[in-house]
């Protein structure tokens, strides 16, 4: 399939996964490697949840558990430096994915380097620290800050992964255009274009339909040129939908048994 | 909804629709107008079908039926211009919705002027007699001659719907994406811009997904401008589809209960 999903199960926000962090105990969050690589991930997120105090030593452990059963790349998901830093000396298989960098030049000045020095790929998130604009214009804007230090420091284009950030549509509506709209102008910034991804469930939470809203604003987000998500792989009408926009964007060969091909069965 | 959605299910194409009409038993009929209605229908399309070989007795006949059961304005769907004409003739409730025209200059010279006759809005075909081009420029480009007609024909263009022509995926599939790209293209071209439509079965065609893909295409061309579509308004799913890109287009005000608003309920 044409979307890369990152799956994002293993994120103690979850209170099975906060738990098995908590009793350092491998099963579930191995279980959840497993099934999200078998469902078609092609990168595990981690994170090791607010819970906890010293994510730093948390994240390797987490790494560990999760490569010594999937060969599938990790993205390590932290706003913690050190956390990164530890994660990425931690990875021995596939390069990683930085989940991730604001715009803030600190950020990007601690960030970059580090992807540079491990290979790992990095998420650039379109704010910085005067926050979220709400204009898709503003946001590409800041993508080309972020686009620029990615050339500065040496990260070819193609591992760089620009979030127009999704913000709930209950609280912040107005921003749903807005983030498609950046989508669509991010990938015309420059030749090679940056990758795109959205942190997908955010744009449902506390709504009452989330797999709905999900699944719809996930189909608008690849019609405006999205490359990945971050994304509960195992819901199968999502992954129904990122199949059949691939085929109707003429990205994937259509056959008749299109959804088994896009989940390379 | 931000979307007019236009009921398909009176055609002649439909077994239980030709049977009606042969029989000329407006019973069938009027539950389908009356059904649409109710499920939101802006329009109720009606089009005799292949196997009337009098479609301008039939067409006013069909209008009776329909506009004596229901306020739905009618969308009189046939290539016959004697029939279109009869069907305006026969309507007496709101202004109608002409299905279709081609660019080609003789069928725009005797298709516009019974629009502006009558009152009724048309939809202009992105084709003409070289057939429909491959490219979103080149439709793009037909659209234009369309709503330059339109212009000199008096036709406003908040009454003209342009449709960028949808094919069958499963053997067209290069098609969709420049469909698509159309009817972003063609939302750009004028101040007010025409309105656009597809006729949403026809990209699901002898696939074995067809509620899937039709419901998927729906919100990518919504995500690029759509502004109208020619549905089965009784399928839950695309209904739900439609509802809920309106709101993440930020084109009606969310709340918790968005599914039942943007039925009117």
């Known amino acids: 399939m044409a979307l890369i999903m990152i799956g994002e199960r293993i994120n103690g926000l979850f209170k099975d996964m906060a738990k098995a962090i908590q009793e350092r105990n491998p099963q579930p969050i191995q279980e959840l490697a497993i099934k999200q690589t078998r469902a078609g991930a092609r990168f595990i997120d981690i994170n090791t ?11 390797p452990w987490l790494v560990e558990v999760v490569e010594s059963v999937v060969d599938t790349p990790i993205s390590i998901d932290t706003v913690k430096v050190k956390a990164i830093e530890a994660g990425l000396k931690a990875v021995k298989k596939k390069p990683a994915l930085i989940n991730s960098t604001t715009a803030e030049r600190k950020h ?7 992807a540079k020095h491990y290979g790992a790929a990095v998420i650039g998130l379109a704010m910085n620290e005067k926050g979220v604009p709400k204009d898709a214009t503003d946001r590409t804007a800041i993508a080309m800050e972020i686009v620029a230090a990615a050339d500065e420091f040496g990260i070819p284009l193609t591992d760089l992964y620009i979030d127009p950030l999704t913000l709930p549509v209950g609280v912040a509506q107005e921003h749903a255009p ?11 910034l420059s030749d ?26 996930l189909i608008m987000a690849m019609t405006c040129g999205l490359d990945a998500a971050i994304v509960d792989v195992t ?5 129904d939908a990122a199949i059949t926009s691939s085929i109707l964007l003429n990205k994937e ?13």
């Open 49 to 59: 949840g607010p819970a906890v105090d010293d994510p730093e030593k948390v994240m």
């Open 178 to 188: 807005e983030a498609l709209e950046t989508i669509r102008q991010v990938k015309i």
């Open 253 to 265: 060969v259509y056959s008749d048994s299109f959804l088994k091909v896009g989940r390379g069965q």
């Open 192 to 217: 090679p274009a940056p990758k795109t991804v959205v942190g997908l469930s955010n744009i449902s939470q506390k709504t009452l339909h989330r797999p709905l809203i999900n699944r719809t604003f």
């Open 235 to 239: 819901d199968n009408d999502l992954v």
């Open 108 to 114: 990007l000045e601690q960030i970059l380097p580090l």
